[in-house]
Each structure stands twice: as C-alpha cells, then as structure tokens.
C-alpha cells in the first residue's frame, strides 16, 4: 500500500549533535514537504521540494537543511541540535498538478 | 504572504449536536481549502477540501463552505460522535511556480461528550 514512512518516530539527542530525520514515500509524488509542528499547535512549513534537486525554503525560518537526490527520499538534517529544535517534525507529499498533501506519521524529537 | 486565523481554538459540544469551526484567510489569491483532522499522536488526516470555484461541499456528516467575497470558510459537523475528538486544521493555499503552498490555522481542539 503506498504510504509515506518517516523515521525514527521518536528522538531524544544531546545539545550539538547533529541528526538527519528521514522521509521515504512510496506515493509516487513528486512533491514533497517538511511541517514543523508543536504538540496540538499549527503546522508550520519549513522546506518543500518539487522534484529532484530542487529545494525551497518555507515559511518559518529554521536551522535545518534538506536535499533531494531521489523522487522518493526527502531528508531533513540538523548540524547541531539545540533545544529550541524540539517539536514533531511532519513530512508531506503532493502529485504535480494536483493541490492535496498527505503526511507522514511524523518524527517527535526532543534536544536535552 | 498569506494569514489564515481559526475560531474557536476549543470546541464542546454533545453527542449528536452539530460543530461548526470558522476561518478567514488574507490571500485572495488562495483558491484551494483543506481541512485536516488530526487524532492524538496521529498524523494530520485529510477529511474534505473546497476549490474556490465552489460554494460548498458536503460529505455524509461533513460539510465546508465557502465566502470567496468575505474570505472565510466553515467546516460542518453534524449528528457528532466520541470519535469526531480530535483537533481540526483549516488551510489555504495558494500557487507559486510550481505548485502549492499550504498556510495553516491554529488549530481547534473538538470536543465529544458521551
């Protein structure tokens, strides 16, 4: 069943490690998005990419980097996690031509 | 860029009343409307959308309408149950290059007493 596949679900890291949160999909969309979202708060756009090597930043500022070498494989990376980087970090995918977003079951991560 | 505001941010209702949640957006360019249900530990889940070609849409118990003039849309529970708990996002999204951009809402937080 074609699904998006997010990992790890769950992160608790150290001050200024640097992590790589992954994002896989078997949806055969081109477009993807990173959300970035506080428990029960809005979700926040913070990278979109519309096919391979193309990335974008969003609407909220943030640390983090992505790259898109492969249609089906959006990470996300944080040089040197801090606190202010913990939240729920949400992947989403689209079909060119079309407006609908389906997202993953996202990555929780906690800086101590 | 575009501001979509959510009211009310905490819903309570009864079984078997009817939920209503509003939102205004900035962007008249805005012409795709999604709202997303999302459970506790869940992931958002898409339940129903309007284009802004579109006054309403309905489906079984889930309505949305929309007031291009006015820029705001309203999502329709009716006939509510315990499993409607959870919190609704209302988007608007509009077209860059090449493709979509969703601006979210702040969220409200639904809940179904027995």
């Known amino acids: 069943e074609a699904d998006i596949y997010q990992t790890p679900r769950y992160l608790v890291i150290g001050t200024g490690k640097k992590i790589t949160l992954e994002c896989s999909q078997t949806m055969g969309h081109d477009k993807m998005y990173w959300y970035q979202q506080d428990p029960g708060m809005e979700l926040h756009l913070i990278h979109y990419?519309?096919?391979?090597?193309?990335?974008e930043k969003g609407d909220l500022s943030s640390e983090s980097t992505v790259s898109r070498i492969r249609t089906e494989h959006f990470p996300l990376t944080l040089e040197s996690a801090r606190p202010s980087h913990t939240s729920q970090y949400l992947c989403a995918t689209g079909n060119l031509g079309q407006t609908e977003q389906y997202f993953g079951p996202g990555t929780r991560l906690t800086v101590t | 860029g575009e501001n979509v505001e959510q009211h009310p941010s905490t819903l309570s209702v009864q079984e078997g009343d009817s939920a209503v949640i509003k939102c205004t957006y900035s962007d008249s360019a805005s012409n795709y409307f999604p709202w997303y249900k999302q459970e506790l530990g869940k992931r958002p889940q898409l339940i129903i959308d309007i284009r802004s070609n579109v006054g309403e849409k309905k489906d079984q118990r889930i309505a949305v309408t929309l007031n291009k003039t006015a820029k705001h849309f309203s999502l329709h529970i009716t006939e509510t149950q315990p499993e409607d708990s959870a919190v609704y996002f209302c988007a608007a999204s509009r077209n860059n290059n090449a493709g979509n951009m969703l601006t979210f809402g702040g969220g409200t937080r639904l809940m179904v007493k027995p």
């Open positions: 990419s519309y096919g391979v090597n193309s990335t």
